[in-house]
Nanobody
Framework: QVLLMESGGGSVQAGGSLRLSCAAS????????LAWFRQPPGKQREGVAL???????IYADSVKGRFTISKDNGKKILSLQMNSLKPEDTAMYYC????????????????????WGQGTQVTVSP
């Protein structure tokens, strides 16, 4: 059974940084697509960044150059380093798992993922 638990959210001013973590367990190390999604208030859930077991990463255009997805294999922790934060980054952030390769269209298809964490709130003030 795959289990995911996010931490690290909080409030920050525009231009600041936050690092989100997702403790992940129960998944196959040789075959996965791990992801960060977010859901702004009153809006659809959207993909932010994907990390495949091959090391390949995929980012949403809105966060390219500002966010970095990575994984500590020893501790099985998925991270999202968020720099140069903007008010429009305000959202509930979720980590997700799917037992597959990552595909670009996954950023717009949250239902493809089989397991989700409970979410962590990120608030960016102007």
């Amino acid at each position: 059974q795959v289990l995911l638990m996010e931490s690290g959210g909080g409030s920050v001013q525009a231009g600041g940084s936050l690092r989100l973590s997702c403790a992940a367990s129960g998944y196959r190390d040789d075959w996965y697509c791990l992801a960060w999604f977010r859901q702004p208030p009153g809006k659809q859930r959207e993909g932010v960044a994907l990390l495949e077991h091959t090391g390949r990463t995929i980012y949403a255009d809105s966060v390219k150059g500002r966010f970095t997805i990575s994984k500590d294999n020893g501790k099985k922790i998925l991270s999202l380093q968020m720099n140069s934060l903007k008010p429009e980054d305000t959202a509930m952030y979720y980590c997700a798992h799917d037992r597959s390769f990552c595909y670009n269209y996954f950023l717009n298809n949250w239902a493809d993922f089989d397991t989700w964490g409970q979410g962590t709130q990120v608030t960016v003030s102007p």
